[in-house]
């Protein structure tokens, strides 16, 4: 059925729920996961308030980067623990849900997994759902979480 599961992820809970729930379904059918984290741009209103303090972009990047990397070793060690094949993708300076669209297709991934809510707190009213987005753009089945 499924080959290649891709999950979305941001560091929350309920991402993690996704996750697990994946996982379940990687292992029944046997396919393998792509596990994906995206960080987005840095707005330019942040980075204008910075550059006073100096040079912020690579301590920007770096921060991110760990972030990343903290989410996807997670993600990484449940998959592990599993019994999954997987696989760990951080996007960098991306619109998440484009980022999981776009990670989708380039993974050949054949199904995308994600939770409905995660940590976007009041952004989430001014831009959208993320997973919303996902579902609106994909190409290929989404499979949401609640």
């Keep these: 059925m499924y080959k290649n599961i891709l999950v979305g992820l941001d560091g929350s809970p309920l991402s993690l729920r996704g996750l697990d729930h994946a996982l379940n379904l ?25 550059v006073r303090e100096g040079n912020p972009v690579q301590k920007y990047e770096a921060e991110e980067e760990a972030f990343a ?18 696989k760990t993708v951080h996007v960098p300076d ?29 952004r989430r009213l001014f831009l959208g759902s993320q997973t919303l987005e996902v579902v609106s753009h994909s190409t290929i089945p989404v499979l949401v979480i609640r």
Excluded: C, Y
């Design 69 to 86: 990397k903290a989410i996807l070793d997670k993600a990484a060690d449940r998959a592990t623990q599993a019994g999954v094949e997987f």
């Design 26 to 50: 990687a292992r029944t059918v046997g396919a393998k996961v792509t596990m994906v984290t995206v960080t987005e741009m840095w707005s330019a209103i942040d980075m204008a308030n910075a």
């Design 94 to 122: 991306e619109h998440p849900a484009d980022g999981l669209v776009e990670t989708a297709k380039a993974e050949g991934a054949d199904l995308i997994v994600m939770s409905s809510h995660g940590r976007r707190g009041m």
